[in-house]
């Protein structure tokens, strides 16, 4: 028997599992320390009540033998995903098909599986800084010397260059806005000419939107489709996990249209044939928890969390800002960028700020060479807390002056 020597080649320990290890060896030696966490992009508000009031109903019918459910169709019940195509998309102005959207149990799985529709010999287009599920889910693949890394800096405000002439052209564009771990957006005009290079040179843009509940400005995209042409070159994967506090839940869904042909074949087709063989779909109790988000109530609720994190993340922002350090982000997303003070690396900062005020962020050379020298902070922790972590990181940023 032989492993998968791909894997090898991947850093020892996924990024967020070092940052827990690192603040739980902290706090086991230092019991006292009131450590806060503005690291891992996980919620801490409660199911919004209409969430709830739709789980307990569907666990009351798989209680009963006339309701009860067993194993959920592949690309998800049709009740869901009508309330997608109508509220996500229709309401846009952007026309799709019932069985182009496919439920899952999550963006990141999506990220990581619908490489198994593409040849390995496929060029890949991905952006530093990066979520790393894109590098290291390529890289299990085996396409770790088929990566084009796409540098960004704050010069570009974190939006990658379109490959000129005479550039490698991928096969594979990877883009995420709202950015993680940025927390830039793109414009449509920006968008626009991606599509445009995609379409040209018939490459596929996986676009992750897991962000766009985030956004509040009307020219911001939420969604890669209404970018004219996009239907022709672009699959769109999105979550429920910040849009309505799903990260214990698990449940998204990705949008393969059928205008998608590439090698003569549909991808739509392709990828029902890969979920219908490796996934055996989300849970019914889940799915009825994801419609009830789908109304004018429940849009109501989970837009009260939303604004509770948008108002932390603002107050991060201004905080750090106010304190004489450059930020990026902190709106129409729940990250903050923060550059770092010199005479740190990503690290030795994360170390600091841990050690100093007991306050963790996420280093951004976890995301790529392009992201050292900043530090990654979230807005998803309570007010409170996120008050007294911004006043003790302005403290210490205000010590390094």
């Not at 920006?190 to 939107?209: C, E, G, Q």
Request: glycine content about 8%; proline content about 5%; some cysteine.
């Amino acid at each position: 028997m032989k492993i998968n020597k791909n894997f090898l080649d991947l850093e020892a320990s996924y990024l967020f599992s070092t940052v827990n290890k690192k603040t739980r060896d902290f706090i086991a030696a230092h019991p006292e320390a009131d450590v806060i966490k503005l690291s891992i992009g996980d919620v801490t508000k409660p199911l919004c009540p209409a969430v709830i009031e739709a789980m307990h109903k569907a666990v009351d019918e798989m209680a009963d033998e006339k309701t009860f459910r067993g194993y959920p169709p592949e690309q998800g019940y049709d009740f869901i995903r009508q309330k997608i195509l109508e509220w996500d998309y229709i309401k846009r102005g952007i026309n799709l098909k019932l069985d182009e959207i496919f439920l899952s149990d999550g963006a990141k799985s999506d990220c990581g599986n619908i490489g198994d529709i593409f040849a390995t010999d496929n060029t890949v287009a991905i952006c530093d800084p990066v979520y790393p599920v894109y590098i290291d889910t390529n890289i299990m693949n085996g396409r770790k010397d088929k990566i084009i890394i796409l540098p960004c800096s704050s010069e570009t405000n974190f939006l990658p260059a379109i490959p000129e002439s005479g550039d490698p052209v991928p096969d594979i564009i990877y883009l995420c806005f709202p950015n993680n771990p940025t927390g830039t957006v793109a414009p449509k005009s920006y968008l626009k000419k991606w599509v445009d290079y995609a379409n040209a040179h018939h490459s596929l843009i996986l676009f992750d939107s897991a962000y766009e509940a985030f956004v509040t400005e009307p020219d911001v995209p939420k969604s890669i489709y209404e970018i004219e042409g996009a239907k022709s070159c672009a699959i769109e994967l999105r979550s429920f996990s910040k849009t309505a506090g799903f990260t214990g839940l698990r449940c998204g869904y990705t949008v393969v249209p059928h205008e998608l042909v590439f090698d003569d074949t549909e991808l739509n087709a392709l990828w029902f044939r890969r979920q219908s063989t490796k996934f055996n779909g989300v849970s019914y109790i889940t799915q009825r928890a994801a419609e009830a988000i789908y109304s004018d109530e429940g849009q109501k609720q989970i837009q009260d969390n939303l604004n509770f994190y948008r108002e932390n993340a603002r107050l991060i922002y201004e905080g750090v800002t106010a304190a004489g350090f450059k930020a990026f982000g902190g709106k129409n997303s729940p990250y903050v960028w923060l550059q770092i003070p010199e005479g740190f690396t990503s690290w030795s900062f994360f170390d600091e700020l841990l050690e100093k005020c007991h306050v963790v962020g996420t280093p951004g050379s976890g995301f790529g060479k392009m992201g050292e020298g900043y530090l990654r902070l979230t807005g998803f922790g309570s007010r409170d807390r996120t008050k007294e972590a911004v006043e003790r990181i302005k403290n210490i940023l205000t010590d390094t002056l």
